[in-house]
Structures are given as C-alpha cells and as structure tokens.
C-alpha cells in the first residue's frame, strides 16, 4: 500500500535548519564571498523547495485510493482539509523557489551581497514557518494512515464478535501464512487481517476494532462511521460467538451485539458458535478455532459467497430468414 512508504513529514524549523546546514556547507565551496552568499542563497531556495515537493509527491491522489482507505481518510481526517494543507504546501514550495531565485540573483548583482543573503533566509523562513501547522497536520495524517491495515477492493470477509471470542484465531487459521498484524486509529490492540489464496483470486479477512465492546450509544461519531466503513468493505460478515462465555461476555449480551451488526449491513452474516471443544452450543454451526474442528465447513460456506465469476450469457442463436 502507499502509505506504508509515506516519509515523515519535517516540522518548518526540521525543513530550515536542514536546508540552512545543506547551504552553509555549500558556500564553504566558493572562495569569493559575494560568489559564496549568492550561493548560500541557490542552496537553500533549492533544498527547501526540493523538501517540499517531496512531501506532497508522498501523499497519494485520493481518489484512486481503494474505497476502504477513501473513507477512512476522510472519516479521521476529511480529504478535503488534506488537499488544502497540501495546497498549502504548494504555495510554499512555489513561493520560496521564486523568491529564493530572485534573491539569489539580487545577491550576485548587489554590492551588499551579504544583506541579500540575510533577507533570503528571513524570507523563505517566513514562508516555510507559515505553513508549519499544514506540516504537523500532514505528518499526524501520516503517522495514521501508515498503520492503516491492508485492505482491497476484493473478496472480503469481515469478522465480528465481542473480544477474546477467538476472531485472531481464526484469522490465523484460515489464512495460513502469519497474517499482518495491524491497528486501527481508534484501537491500541492489534488486528489481525489475512489473505487466502483461492485458485487465481484472493479473499480478505478483516478483523474488526474494539470498537464493538461498548455498548452503540457510547461509540462516538467517528467510531460510528468507521465502523461502517469496516462494514462495508464486507461482502459477507462472520460473527463469532463463544458460548462458553470464557471471553467475558455472557451469550446473551453476544446475541445483543449480533442484532447490532445485523442492522449495519445488508451483506449476509453469518453466525458461529466457537470453542466446541469445552462448550457445545444449539447453534447451527459450530467450530474450535483451538483444535481446527469444523473450521473448514465455516470457510467453505464463507467462500461460498464470493461472487460468481461472470460468464458472458450464451449468444442467442441469430434468427434466420427462412
Ligand atoms: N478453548 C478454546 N479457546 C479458544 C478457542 N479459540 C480461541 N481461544 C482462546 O480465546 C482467547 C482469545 O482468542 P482470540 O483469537 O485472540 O480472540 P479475539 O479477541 O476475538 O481475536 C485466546 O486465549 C485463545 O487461545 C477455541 O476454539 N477453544
Ligand atoms: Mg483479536
């Protein structure tokens, strides 16, 4: 994903006292001390306008984005407040370039090489400090999204249920290889969320947050969306209950909660009783995420929901003029 390579985004001070470092070294270069001013004054318009670009090619075109990490970019942080820091950011990349030249060449024609010199530094600092608080929003941005779990626009499979009911569990089993081990924004534990290969396709499986362990009305807005967010990248939901209630959470407030996730999607969902090896259950389906028994009827029957490849519909036999 893109996000995983955005770079850290410097603070204004970060940017200059890097670029004022990158400057002085290069002025050192030059033995004539007007040469060397104007110089410095090359140097920094250059590594400051150079920086700032880079921040902005960090980021990715929003729009492109799979429909999972759109929404929730907007949800945590509004797309739109994005694009105008980094607008911003271009203002400030284009102003200091121009400035910076201008003053470069000032410096080379003026008596007074040294006080062109002091005016660029003031100037583009000026510049770069004024958009110091689109910069520390920008890395906050960042800080999130690069912790975003990996998630497509495929197959997927959201799993639900309270805390401790095994959901990580079978995550693992099912998707074989040690899956990513992820957050979300609104959670310190760690998410599990899995691949599986299907012949050439690839399902999903998603952990959901815990944001799930409290009762709806103390969710906040944000917590709200992004959990429909969640949601709606399921093309089909598995809720998991531990009728042992060993996880914590007596069944029947595990049933309150299945109604709950019941009312967010218009997907199937699909509901399983775990740890059969120390609690059996009525429910129609039952595994152990423990032992692996009945593991794979749950898969398959998951699996079952992909949608069907689409077939052209066989071509009508033309009708013939007899
Ligand atoms: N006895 C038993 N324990 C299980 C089973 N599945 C998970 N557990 C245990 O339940 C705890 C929570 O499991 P985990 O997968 O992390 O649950 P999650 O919080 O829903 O992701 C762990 O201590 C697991 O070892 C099972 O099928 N049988
Ligand atoms: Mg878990």
């Not at 270069?29 to 400051?48: G, H, L, M, Q, Y």
């Not at 779990?149 to 693992?172: C, L, M, Q, W």
Request: glycine share 6%; with cysteine.
């Amino acid at each position: 994903m893109e996000f995983e390579r955005l770079p850290t985004v410097p603070t204004a001070d970060e940017i200059l006292d890097r670029s004022f470092r990158r400057a002085a070294k290069k002025m050192k270069e030059k033995i004539n001390k007007d040469r060397a001013n104007e110089e410095f004054v090359r140097a920094v318009r250059s590594a400051v306008h150079d920086r700032l670009v880079y921040i902005i090619r960090g980021f990715p075109e929003f729009d492109e984005l799979p429909q999972f990490y759109r929404e929730m970019t907007d949800i945590l942080f509004g797309i739109e407040r994005i694009r105008q820091s980094l607008g911003a950011v271009g203002w400030a990349a284009k102003h200091a370039g121009m400035i910076g030249g201008d003053l470069a060449f000032r410096a080379r024609k003026s008596k007074d090489s040294l006080s062109v010199r002091k005016q660029a530094v003031a100037r583009i600092a000026s510049i770069v400090h004024q958009i110091d608080d689109d910069l520390r929003f920008l890395n906050e941005v960042r800080n999130v999204l690069r912790n975003l779990p990996h998630i497509e626009d495929a197959f997927t499979i959201v799993i639900a249920g309270y805390p401790n009911v095994g959901k990580s569990s079978f995550i693992r089993r099912v998707t074989g290889a040690e899956p990513e081990v992820a957050s979300y924004p609104f959670t310190t534990k760690g998410i599990i969320v899995g691949h599986r290969k299907i012949g050439r396709e690839r399902a999903q499986f998603v952990d959901t947050p815990g944001i799930l362990d409290r009762p709806a009305e103390e969710r906040n807005v944000i917590e709200r969306q992004a959990l429909s967010a969640i949601m709606n990248v399921a093309n089909v939901v598995l809720f998991i209950i531990d009728p042992s209630g060993h996880c914590g959470y007596p069944v029947e407030v595990q049933r309150r909660l299945l109604e709950e996730v019941r009312g967010l999607v218009s997907v199937p969902v699909i509901v399983v009783a775990n740890k059969s090896d120390i609690m059996d259950s009525s429910e129609d389906l039952r595994m152990s995420t423990g032992t692996g028994e009945g593991v794979r009827e749950v898969l398959d029957l998951l699996l079952s929901y992909r949608p069907k490849p689409t077939r052209r519909p066989p071509a009508e036999a033309p009708l013939q003029n007899r």
